[in-house]
């Protein structure tokens, strides 16, 4: 049978304040000692024992009707204050009286009996109280003897009596209190206990109580077929675990033991093709160690994700071997369309004789398509080589000035075809970079490129080169139409575009992904800037900048110091 929650360890605090719930009673209680102190001072005083007695007895009366207050505001603050009213009442009546030797001894014990009706942790305190009464009423007697105290020799025997009668039926109301209120709070105990055990036996896992060690010392909810409950009692969590997955096991549960929370996955040594996930808590409070071990049955997703492992593994495969295929017919592709360019450019400059009017369009639509097939080639080779790890990087040192001349020699054609304006500015002397200068010509190429294709008439692209400490910045800005915000993330990755339709047709999407593999082969960065309809500015940062060489046989230049 499978310990209760209450077996596991004793409990710290009732699920219900029992303290608040019984306050009314615990008024009754003061009142009816109310009524009873008033009816024996009334009663000492009719019997000629007046003065000392009645006081006394009157005083006592008093915190029995301060305990009414409890009907409108109960509270630990409240009780606290009543007990404190009880002590000083007690202490005053022993003093009047004679203490301990005095007709109204008994009722010394009148702040312990009160502490006892009001509960919590006030015994001590009520026990501390009836001690100061009993030695303030001895002190009292020994200060200034017979002129306080109204009985210098024995007590009276009736006065005494009823006194102590009174304080039994006092102390005998108060444990039955207690008695009443201990019972309530058990039964709210075992109600709450026993709805956390019916929500934990509907859960869909199975929920473990264990030692630090793993020992199970309570469980609740639906079990994994593979993990049944009876072992984990026997023999323990760590046996039914697949031996090679046991110190996984072991570090979730010593992480879960210094509070925090741990999930392991693990392999069933009764099934091993099932698999059960773990998930350990710490209990809070607990004392000693007790973890909380939620056991789920994850073979549906075991099975899920090696099904995903084994795919994206066929597909990088795949992928692979499309790069591989596609660098390694680098030369198989190039050669027939060198082929096609050089004899269309033949037949366009007529070099063995004129040709029809229609021909020669012809002639030149086939050079034309021919080079725009050839760029989109090299443009795929050179993204699949560096896909495959096959592009090699030329380190030269050149002046990077004479990069983007070039650059942009070979685009100003069609910039002044559109009407955009194509501008540059760099420094005055040279810029040296240690870098492969092909790349960065394909670099300043795709962005120069772009950047006049989607600028209308009457534009302007404008390149920038600067050094700033080692590295080179590279920027290309247009004020051509701009790149939505929510197309901005997608930019630089093979073959996406942004904007419509129109502007979808203009290119293949492979200039900006080929600019960011180059730059990143440098060990650099791309970012873009763009807002729509105003323009787009692409940065391109290459730590490539070369360190100018130290001036050999030159002297150190001193400041003068003037105030010498």
């Keep these: 049978m499978k310990p209760s929650l209450a077996a596991l360890e004793p409990p710290r605090a009732p699920v219900v304040d029992a303290d608040r719930r019984d306050g009314a009673a615990v008024a009754v209680w003061h009142a009816l000692w109310a009524a009873a102190a008033g009816l024996f001072a009334l009663g000492a005083d009719a019997l000629g024992r007046g003065g000392a007695e009645t006081a006394g007895l009157l005083i006592l009366a008093t915190p029995g009707l301060l305990g009414l207050v409890l009907l409108g505001r109960d509270g630990g603050a409240t009780r606290a204050a009543l007990l404190a009213a009880w002590t000083l009442a007690a202490i005053a009546a022993q003093t009047l009286t004679g203490g301990l030797t005095g007709p109204l001894g008994a009722l010394a014990f009148m702040p312990l009996i009160a502490a006892v009706v009001l509960g919590g942790r006030l015994a001590v305190f009520g026990a501390l109280g009836s001690a100061a009464a009993a030695v303030a009423g001895l002190t009292s007697v020994g200060l200034a003897g017979a002129a306080i105290s109204q009985a210098p020799g024995a007590p009276e025997p009736g006065v005494a009596a009823i006194s102590a009668l009174l304080a039994v039926g006092a102390a005998a109301l108060a444990f039955c209190q207690a008695e009443r209120r201990r019972a309530v709070r058990l039964t709210a105990l075992q109600a709450g206990l026993g709805r956390a055990e019916t929500i934990l036996a509907g859960q869909p896992g199975l929920t473990l109580v264990t030692d630090a060690s793993g020992a199970a010392l309570a469980a609740y909810g639906a079990a994994p077929a593979a993990l049944p409950v009876d072992s984990l009692f026997e023999e323990g969590l760590l046996a039914a675990v697949h031996a090679p997955d046991r110190p996984a096991v072991q570090a979730a549960l010593a992480k879960a033991a210094t509070g925090a929370e741990a999930q392991v996955r693990f392999a069933p040594r009764l099934a091993l093709d099932r698999r ?25 997703q075991h099975a899920r994700e090696a099904e995903l492992d084994a795919a994206r593994v066929e597909a990088e495969a795949q992928n692979a071997s499309k790069t591989r295929f596609l660098a390694n017919m680098s030369h198989e592709l190039r ?7 050089g004899f269309s450019d033949i037949m366009r400059q007529r070099l063995f004789g004129s040709l029809p009017d229609r021909y020669a369009e012809y002639a030149d639509s086939i050079h034309e398509a021919g080079g725009h097939l050839l760029d989109l080639i090299n443009d795929v080779l050179d993204v699949s080589r560096i896909e495959a790890a096959r592009y090699e990087l030329n380190l030269e040192r050149f002046d990077v000035r004479e990069t983007v001349s070039a650059a942009m020699a070979l685009v100003r054609v069609q910039a002044d075809d559109k009407g955009v304006d194509l501008a540059a500015v760099m420094p005055g002397e040279a810029l040296t970079v240690s870098a492969d200068r092909r790349a960065v010509k394909q670099i300043l190429l795709n962005l120069l490129s772009n950047a006049v294709k989607f600028t209308p008439s009457g534009g302007a692209v404008t390149v920038t080169a600067e050094a700033l400490d080692q590295v080179l910045e590279l920027s290309v800005a247009d004020t051509g139409v701009g790149v939505a915000p929510e197309d901005l993330a997608r930019l630089g990755r093979p073959f996406e575009q942004a904007g419509g339709a129109e502007q979808r047709a203009q290119g293949t999407g492979l200039g900006l992904s080929l600019v960011r593999a180059l730059a990143e082969l440098h060990q650099g960065t791309m970012s873009v800037d763009s807002t729509l309809g105003e323009g787009t500015a692409v940065v391109v940062r290459l730590p490539v900048v070369a360190p100018r060489p130290a001036v050999e046989g030159g002297a150190e230049i001193i400041p003068l110091n003037r105030s010498a």
């Design 276 to 300: 059960i996930l773990l998930v350990v808590r710490r209990r809070a409070g607990a004392a000693p160690l007790r973890l909380t071990v939620i056991a789920l049955d994850a073979t549906l």
């Design 335 to 341: 050669t027939p369309l060198n082929a096609v360019l």
